[in-house]
């Protein structure tokens, strides 16, 4: 192989990660409502504008329909990722968006042998364990926990990838009714669904950054959430 065909070998390779991620959002495309219908909002702009240069009847009604479809898919991308961030208690039950709310008492986690924090935690009234890890945006579990907790995939659900030990893969977002461990109950939770995850569920930070505060000590995580409201 001369120096050229190496070169063009090399950079072919570089993007081969980068064309197998897009193959993997290619294939993922039926699962998600959204991205489907920006999709069709968009096919339906661009004939809807062709039409309106030719002066074709009902050309102008077909865009307009389209952008108008096209924000209303901007409105719901927008609303499903303000849930991760706890600053914005954004909630829509009507749109299958309720609160997502974090309370209790005070819970110690001791440090695992394996030099990780693990809680024993009930989702939807089943048991599962979950490893707290600060650098996951959102809790997730494997797709046997979602089956046996009643778990489905959200009508009209954003598209998520998340990284994990095998790989970036491809998920989908749920929500918990409840999500109990020690003294904390949860309710209202957007988990997301993992089918390759394996046997690690994760509880992440749209959880942790929802508690009143959190701190190591002596080797001891301790959650510290809310008072539940016991109104007046």
Known sequence: MDLQGARSYIVLMDFAPAFDAAADMVRSIPRFELLIAAIVAMVAGWIGAVMVSRRMPLGRVIRTTSTLALGVVLIAVVLQLSRFDSRIDLAVPQLGLPAQVVEGGETRIPLSPDGHYWLEAQLNGVPANFLVDTGATVTAVSQEVADRAGLTARTGGIPVRITTANGAINAQISTADTLSFGNVE??????VIAPN???????????????????VEDQTLILVPAPADLGE
Do not use: E, H, P, Y
């Open 197 to 215: 995850l394996g046997q690690t569920n994760v509880l992440g930070m749209n959880v942790l950054s929802r508690l009143a505060g959190w701190r």
């Open 186 to 191: 949860a309710s209202g939770i957007d988990v």
